[in-house]
């Protein structure tokens, strides 16, 4: 995985409420949720799922109506993902079985997988793209990283407002900060129809602009299909303000008129000034951005937060990943342990002990 020292702010945003400084082991390996479910139905060309830590396929075996298939690594919606394929793809009524051991690189110290289901009609159509995305700044007091706990810290947060339409149900909302650069960072996030507000958290660094950060959005699907990109830079609103945070990044303040930038850069649900006219979001085709917004096709590797709590994130560094329960898939608080044991590796480094 590559790593960029500019982005692992950004990649160190995983819960949007405040939540108190706990000490923050690492999860013991193994799996700790999958997709298809047990029994269930699964696109043929989609790509199975195993979440968990220090996972791998290599103790894997699948198995399509009894026969020997092969598992092929594919992109994945976060670092502390496992996405393979099955080749040859089934046939759609076949019965796939996945078992053995995903913890190969770690001992075999875990429990065995097992997981059969059925293979369903191969999933043929790329997601849409999302209605209109926005941004926000909140400039707040800075927050020192807490090494040892579950909470990261951070200098400022940017808030993408996302808009998704309808048809995107167990999608992925994949977030790139600075597109096609080399401090390029992503995140996924489960897709659902509606508003969707993904904060994520940085650290200041000489020569750092917030105002000019651009943001690159797009859904993707397992089948390793994607939309067109929305691509936006420069922010609807912004704060700044000495409060340091409990938890980075904080909520999002309680905006005002006082705090808009540029109408024309809002997004629907934004309530602007009498005369500041309302914008219409910005939708794909006027984006000015490549059809893949300067995202890497295959998505980098990585996960994770909105606004409030929620067990749909998954975050990726530099090149996309920043991150215990079995359900629902992304617990926030198996993310939040798996970054803050990353952090603390990083500072381990950094800083040797005496």
């Given at each position: 995985?590559?790593?960029?020292?500019?982005?692992?702010?950004?990649?160190?945003?995983?819960?949007g409420?405040a939540?108190p400084?706990?000490?923050c082991?690492?999860p013991?390996?193994?799996?700790?949720?999958h997709?298809?479910?047990?029994g269930?139905?699964w696109p043929?060309n989609?790509?199975?799922l195993?979440?968990?830590?220090?996972?791998?396929?290599?103790?894997l075996?699948?198995?399509?109506d009894g026969?020997?298939?092969?598992?092929?690594?594919?992109?994945?919606?976060?670092?502390?993902?496992?996405?393979?394929g099955?080749e040859p793809?089934?046939?759609?009524?076949?019965?796939?079985?996945?078992?053995?051991?995903?913890?190969?690189?770690?001992?075999?110290?875990?429990?065995?997988?097992?997981?059969?289901?059925?293979?369903?009609?191969?999933?043929?159509?790329?997601?849409?793209a999302?209605?209109?995305?926005?941004?926000?700044?909140?400039d707040?007091?800075?927050?020192?990283?807490?090494?040892?706990?579950?909470?990261?810290?951070?200098?400022?947060?940017?808030?993408v407002?996302?808009?998704l339409?309808?048809?995107v149900?167990?999608?992925?909302i994949e977030?790139?900060?600075?597109?096609?650069?080399?401090?390029a960072?992503?995140?996924?996030r489960r897709?659902?129809?509606?508003?969707?507000v993904?904060p994520?958290?940085?650290?200041?660094?000489?020569?750092?602009?917030?105002?000019?950060?651009?943001?690159?959005?797009?859904?993707?699907?397992?089948?390793g299909?994607?939309s067109?990109?929305?691509?936006?830079?420069?922010?609807?609103?912004?704060?700044?303000?000495?409060?340091?945070?409990?938890?980075?990044?904080?909520?999002?303040?309680?905006w005002?008129?006082?705090?808009?930038?540029?109408a024309?850069?809002?997004g629907?649900?934004?309530?602007?000034p009498p005369?500041?006219?309302?914008?219409?979001?910005?939708?794909?085709d006027d984006a000015?951005?490549?059809?893949?917004?300067g995202v890497?096709?295959?998505?980098?590797?990585?996960?994770?937060?909105?606004?409030?709590?929620?067990?749909?994130?998954?975050?990726?560094?530099a090149?996309?990943?920043?991150?215990?329960?079995?359900?629902?898939?992304?617990?926030?608080?198996?993310?939040?342990?798996l970054?803050?044991?990353?952090?603390?590796r990083?500072?381990d480094?950094?800083?040797?002990?005496?």
């Amino acid at each position: 995985m590559i790593e960029s020292r500019h982005a692992i702010a950004a990649l160190a945003v995983l819960l949007g409420a405040a939540a108190p400084a706990v000490a923050c082991s690492p999860p013991l390996p193994g799996v700790y949720a999958h997709e298809p479910p047990e029994g269930g139905t699964w696109p043929a060309n989609a790509a199975v799922l195993l979440q968990g830590y220090e996972i791998g396929p290599e103790g894997l075996a699948v198995t399509v109506d009894g026969a020997p298939a092969s598992l092929v690594p594919r992109p994945g919606p976060g670092w502390d993902y496992l996405a393979l394929g099955v080749e040859p793809a089934p046939a759609p009524g076949a019965t796939v079985r996945l078992a053995g051991s995903p913890c190969a690189m770690a001992g075999d110290q875990c429990e065995p997988v097992d997981l059969s289901w059925t293979a369903g009609p191969p999933d043929e159509t790329a997601p849409p793209a999302p209605s209109s995305v926005f941004l926000d700044l909140y400039d707040h007091g800075d927050m020192e990283d807490q090494l040892g706990t579950c909470s990261p810290g951070g200098d400022y947060a940017i808030f993408v407002n996302v808009r998704l339409p309808q048809g995107v149900a167990g999608d992925w909302i994949e977030i790139t900060v600075d597109p096609g650069t080399q401090r390029a960072a992503s995140r996924w996030r489960r897709a659902e129809a509606g508003d969707v507000v993904v904060p994520f958290a940085f650290r200041r660094y000489e020569g750092d602009d917030p105002d000019g950060r651009c943001f690159a959005v797009r859904v993707t699907d397992n089948a390793g299909h994607a939309s067109d990109a929305v691509q936006r830079c420069g922010m609807c609103r912004a704060r700044v303000d000495g409060t340091v945070p409990d938890w980075a990044p904080p909520g999002a303040p309680a905006w005002t008129d006082e705090d808009l930038v540029d109408a024309a850069a809002c997004g629907p649900g934004v309530d602007l000034p009498p005369d500041g006219g309302r914008p219409d979001g910005g939708v794909a085709d006027d984006a000015g951005a490549a059809a893949d917004g300067g995202v890497a096709a295959d998505g980098g590797v990585a996960a994770d937060a909105g606004a409030e709590p929620d067990a749909g994130d998954r975050e990726s560094d530099a090149s996309g990943s920043d991150g215990c329960q079995a359900a629902p898939l992304g617990a926030p608080w198996l993310a939040a342990a798996l970054l803050a044991l990353r952090r603390r590796r990083r500072a381990d480094r950094a800083h040797p002990p005496r």
